[in-house]
Nanobody
Framework: VQLQASGGGLVQAGDSLMLSCVAS????????MGWFRQAPGKQREFVSA????????YYADSVKGRFTISRDNAKNTVYLQMNSLKPEDTAVYYC??????????????????WGQGTLVTVSS
């Protein structure tokens, strides 16, 4: 699975952005997908994840109620809709895929495939 993330940019606090991650490979449809982020000087952290069927979604407490993860298996794409952005959301955002069953959604080490990252900068 190869992943290509896009959609980052510079926005003001309160604005919205939608990140996209396009995957190649037929195994995408059976992969749990996740978004992680890494701010300067900080460790990579879990943001959100979604099961292969979209039946289950997971969020970090810091983004719950503001971010929404979704996927379109027909388009091999996973999305992260980010609303009410805050300066503390500034980070490089990475999409990731794992084939582990059952999936371990919160643990970055369980994700075998990673995109290149897209930078989100939120100004105050």
């Amino acid at each position: 699975v190869q992943l290509q993330a896009s959609g980052g940019g510079l926005v003001q606090a309160g604005d919205s952005l939608m990140l996209s991650c396009v995957a190649s490979g037929r195994t995408f449809r059976s992969s749990a997908m996740g978004w992680f982020r890494q701010a300067p000087g900080k460790q990579r952290e879990f943001v959100s994840a979604i099961s292969w069927s979209s039946g289950n979604t997971y969020y970090a407490d810091s983004v719950k109620g503001r971010f929404t993860i979704s996927r379109d298996n027909a388009k091999n794409t996973v999305y992260l809709q980010m609303n009410s952005l805050k300066p503390e959301d500034t980070a490089v955002y990475y999409c990731a895929a794992q084939l582990r069953f059952p999936p371990s959604y919160y643990n970055a080490l369980e994700y075998a495939y990673w995109g290149q990252g897209t930078l989100v900068t939120v100004s105050s």
